[in-house]
């Protein structure tokens, strides 16, 4: 919206700084961040005269039993913040304002609608497990749809850009929208199991998305792309603008989700922020370093996936103390602070590890 003040630059000459994406990236990271700050407090009391509580496993680590009653769906005060960042910084009429911002608000409802059984109605299974796994599957399915008929780059439509490598390109043909399909679906649930100590899933995040807003950058702008050797992508420097929004977003629910958290994310953030930032990785045509900037995510996913997979094949014996693996070092010794500072290390090497491809091609 704040984008056509550059339109009155002959008026007022100051104007046109709102038509650089670099400028309206601040604006947006420093709009969201703000309004996570101003919000917060009160939706922390609102939650907590509620009685919007989280409930802590038995079976768990002794110490998060003093968890036990946080306000929790403090995904919310992302979501609200990252929607109003968007709006106001982004481009109306970039098309991909509109795919993040539908991908945004469908994945939330669901996470919303999971969290508001478990924790409004004190329904302890919450939405039905297939009814939330069908409704991820639409989305991606809608997503990809919509990457068929109007692709990032029509000459790159079902092709796969291998990283590290000068101009490698793998065509997947139809298998691609599988691909992308299990991306969304598959992140989304990453990023909901990750959330399990205080300023781990924000923190990483993060990461992730700053990663993810520089490739968006030099993928959209003409001249970087071709020094780069990446896929150009019209239009794609303004998902910088929604990504700083989103970390700003994160920056201010840290604020308040630092050990010791005052609030959780609930699934009404995490679903959604595991999703967008697959739907990011396709847009930008980037898709196989999402498995490297999400590392810790899918470290998190495996170590659930062969926890379960132990437990049924070998009799009940378990590979780790606790799954997801944040939980084996906490048992292991290692207080929770230490652990997601070090988890944020790991995330922040192979944020750099990922952008080095820019340049090892």
């Not at 919000?39 to 496993?57: D, E, F, H, T, W």
């Not at 790159?156 to 969304?184: R, S």
């Not at 500072?341 to 590890?353: E, Y």
Request: charged share 15%; hydrophobic share 50%; glycine share 10%.
């Amino acid at each position: 919206m704040l984008y056509y003040l550059h339109l009155y630059r002959d008026a007022f000459g100051p104007l046109n700084v709102f038509q650089y994406i670099t400028f309206r990236a601040g604006g947006a990271a420093v709009t969201s961040l703000g309004l996570c700050l101003l919000l917060g407090p009160s939706l922390i009391r609102s939650l907590r005269a509620r009685k919007v509580g989280q409930m802590q496993r038995a079976d768990g680590p002794q110490s998060h039993l003093s968890k036990h009653g946080t306000p929790t769906m403090g995904g919310a005060l992302i979501f609200l913040a990252v929607v109003a960042s968007t709006l106001l910084w982004m481009r109306p009429d970039n098309r991909f304002t509109w795919l993040l911002l539908s991908v945004t608000m469908c994945l939330t409802a669901i996470g919303f609608w999971d969290d508001y059984l478990k924790l409004i109605k004190k329904d302890a299974k919450g939405a039905p497990s297939r009814a939330k796994f069908l409704i991820q599957v639409l989305v991606g399915l809608g997503v990809t749809t919509y990457l068929a008929v109007r692709p990032p780059n029509g000459s790159f439509a079902t092709m796969l850009n291998i990283p590290y490598g000068k101009e490698l390109f793998i065509d997947l043909g139809v298998m691609y929208f599988a691909l992308c399909v299990i991306m969304i679906v598959g992140s989304s649930n990453a990023v909901n199991l990750t959330d399990g100590l205080d300023g781990l899933a924000a923190g990483t995040v993060m990461f992730c998305a700053l990663a993810y807003a520089v490739l968006a950058y030099t993928s959209g702008n003409v001249k970087l792309a071709y020094y780069l050797r990446i896929i150009h992508v019209e239009g794609a420097g303004e998902i910088a603008v929604y990504l700083a929004g989103l970390i700003g977003a994160c920056l201010g629910f840290l604020w308040f989700n630092a050990y010791p958290a005052q609030i959780f994310m609930g699934d009404t953030g995490s679903l959604f922020l595991g999703g967008v930032i697959a739907v990011v990785a396709m847009c930008v045509k980037q898709e196989l370093l999402l498995p490297i900037i999400g590392g810790v995510f899918v470290l998190e996913t495996l170590s659930v996936i062969l926890q379960m997979a132990s437990f049924k094949l070998r009799g009940g014996k378990r590979i780790f103390r606790m799954a997801p693996i944040h939980h084996h070092f906490e048992l292991g010794g290692l207080a929770e602070p230490k652990v997601t500072v070090r988890f944020w290390i790991v995330s922040i090497i192979l944020m750099l590890a990922a952008l080095a491809s820019l340049k090892l091609r």
